[in-house]
Nanobody, 116 residues
Framework: QVQLAESGGGLVQAGGSLRLSCTASERILGIWNMAWFRQAPGKEREFVCGINWSDDSTPYADSVKDRFTISRDNAKNTIYLQMNSLKPEDTAVYYC?????????WGQGTQVTVSS
C-alpha cells in the first residue's frame, strides 16, 4: 500500500510563497501519475497540477498557471509544489495524489492559509 505524506503548509500573507512536499513510501515517481489537488471550505476538491508518467507533461489549472510550479526528485521519492504570488483564494487543504492511471492513493493533506 503506497503512502503519501504532505508537508510544508502554513499561514502566509497574500503575495507570499510556500513550497509543499509530498513523499511517497515507494518508488513510484516516473512510473505513476502524481498530482496536487486542493479543497477549500465549502467547495469540491479540485485539480491543481500534475506530472504524467507517460510523457512527463505537467498540466496546470488555469487559476494557478504562471504562479505554481510542480517538480520532482526521483531519488527522494518526492514531488514539490512551489506556490508564488499566493492569493487568499488559494486557501485550502492541499492533497497529494498518485496512481498508475487514476489517482488511487491520497495523502492526508496539508493546510495552506493565505491572509489578505
Amino acid at each position: 500500500q503506497v503512502q503519501l505524506a504532505e508537508s510544508g503548509g502554513g499561514l502566509v500573507q497574500a503575495g507570499g510563497s510556500l513550497r509543499l512536499s509530498c513523499t511517497a513510501s515507494e518508488r513510484i515517481l516516473g512510473i505513476w501519475n502524481m498530482a496536487w489537488f486542493r479543497q477549500a471550505p465549502g467547495k469540491e476538491r479540485e485539480f491543481v497540477c500534475g506530472i504524467n508518467w507517460s510523457d512527463d507533461s505537467t498540466p496546470y489549472a488555469d487559476s494557478v498557471k504562471d504562479r505554481f510550479t510542480i517538480s520532482r526528485d526521483n531519488a527522494k521519492n518526492t514531488i514539490y509544489l512551489q506556490m508564488n504570488s499566493l492569493k487568499p483564494e488559494d486557501t485550502a487543504v492541499y492533497y497529494c495524489a498518485a496512481g498508475p492511471n487514476q489517482y488511487n492513493y491520497w495523502g492526508q493533506g496539508t493546510q495552506v492559509t493565505v491572509s489578505s
